[in-house]
């Protein structure tokens, strides 16, 4: 299965822009749906988006719609999550994840149990 390292996290004020990356390595990346989760100090994680196998379907909490665009290239089995207009409550822990159910065709899986997890990568943003 694929594994996960992400990168891109770090501290911007608020009402800033950061590009966080998920590079994949192992076969078939097209083949997993891809998610990004977060977690805060204190508090439990939570989803924020995902995106099939393809890239046609995407899913995203309220708390981000309208902020955070994720992509994806399957050419570099990387996932991109481009965050704007950044708030202090998006500070968190930020992984992203990976679910092979369905070819990655469906969403369902990834976003509540992924089967892959990277290591996290930390954005602070400043008030």
């Known amino acids: 299965q694929v594994q996960l390292v992400e990168s891109g996290g770090g501290l911007v004020q608020a009402g800033g822009s950061l590009r966080l990356s998920c590079a994949a390595s192992?076969?078939?990346?097209?083949?997993?749906?891809m998610g990004w989760f977060r977690q805060a100090p204190g508090k439990e994680r939570e989803f924020v988006t995902a995106?099939?196998?393809?890239?046609?379907?995407?899913a995203y909490a309220d708390s981000v719609k309208g902020r955070f665009i994720i992509s994806r290239d399957n050419t570099e089995k990387t996932m991109y999550l481009q965050m704007n207009s950044l708030k202090p409550e998006d500070t968190a822990v930020y992984y992203c994840?990976?679910?092979?159910?369905?070819?990655?065709?469906?969403?369902?899986?990834?976003?509540?149990?992924?089967?892959?997890w990277g290591q996290g990568t930390l954005v602070t943003v400043s008030s």
């Open positions: 994840a990976a679910d092979r159910a369905f070819g990655g065709s469906t969403l369902s899986r990834v976003r509540s149990n992924p089967q892959v």
């Open positions: 192992g076969p078939t990346f097209s083949d997993y749906a």
């Open positions: 995106i099939t196998g393809g890239g046609l379907i995407t």
